[in-house]
């Protein structure tokens, strides 16, 4: 970074390096980087006519949880801009920008569960890894509201040629997950899911593979002897390295109790 040192700690991050973050100059990094961004900053710089009220609300958030200022973020913006806005944060510089988009789109009213994940796809398939868990975060409660449909939509993008997209599919319907409710009719019945899920059993991209053997891990925590089983079926039907790696990783839970 030829601004500043960028680290793994808020406290190491170089002033210079902190003050491209809070222009939206600059995507983050790290983990630490978003957390150290002052939002408030960030939308005067990004969104200069957007009111001082509304800037004064982001410092009065400045404590808050992450996930609570991108909604807050996200309201205000749409609220005071409307969805109009969505053009011009989607291809900005910040991820943290657009991840308030994905917050936009979680937030519009009257609109369809199909209308709103079509909406999501471009930050489903950011090259940001913090857009792509805020694309999620931001329309699981809709996922949640209406999960049967939710399945059946999502269970189209596990033909993705993106393995960011497959990956959407099943990350954002994960029975537990993680800064998120957890989905209750998934958790006691994790089969509801298997449109999503068989055809992701051997997908080629570790980062799929991750998300599926995550998804099983967390049904595992409920239901273990479902997971075992599907995972007995899956390595009997398809040996694959894929699959054999989903299933280490849905089992290790279940395996370090037995």
């Known amino acids: 970074m030829s601004a500043g040192r960028s ?6 991050i170089e002033p210079a390096r902190l003050g491209l973050l ?3 100059a600059v995507e983050a990094a790290t983990l630490a980087e978003c957390l150290a961004t002052d939002f408030a900053a960030l939308m005067r710089a990004v969104l200069p006519t957007i ?3 509304a800037i004064a609300t982001m410092e009065r958030a400045a404590r808050e949880g992450i996930s609570r200022r991108m909604a807050l973020a996200a309201r205000l913006i749409h609220g005071r801009r409307g969805l109009v806005t969505l053009g011009e944060l989607r291809g900005h ?4 920008v657009r991840g308030w988009a994905c917050f936009m789109i979680g937030t519009a009213e009257d609109m369809s569960l199909a209308a709103r994940l079509s909406a999501i796809r471009p930050f489903a398939d950011d090259p940001h890894f913090g857009v792509r868990e805020w694309s999620w975060m931001a329309v699981r409660p809709h996922i949640a509201a209406d999960l049967d449909n939710a399945i059946a939509l999502l269970a189209a993008w596990t033909a993705e040629p993106s393995p960011r997209l497959r990956r959407f599919a099943s990350e954002a319907t994960r029975p537990r997950g993680v800064w998120c409710a957890h989905l209750g009719p998934l958790r006691q019945q994790p089969h509801m899911a298997l449109p999503i899920l068989e055809p992701l059993r051997a997908d080629p ?3 799929v593979q991750d ?4 998804w099983l891990n967390d049904a595992g925590k409920d239901r273990p002897d479902w997971v075992r089983s599907l995972c007995a079926k899956w390595s009997a039907a398809c040996a694959t390295p894929a699959t054999a790696r989903i299933c ?8 370090r109790k037995g």
Not at 93 to 96: C, E
Not at 211 to 214: A, D, E, L
Not at 248 to 255: E, H, M, T, V
């Open 7 to 12: 680290g793994k700690r808020v406290a190491d």
């Open 22 to 24: 809070n222009a939206g």
């Open 51 to 53: 009111g001082d009220d």
């Open 93 to 96: 510089a910040s991820d943290i």
């Open 205 to 207: 991209a570790a980062y």
């Open 211 to 214: 998300s599926v053997g995550n």
């Open 248 to 255: 280490k990783r849905a089992l290790r839970s279940i395996d």
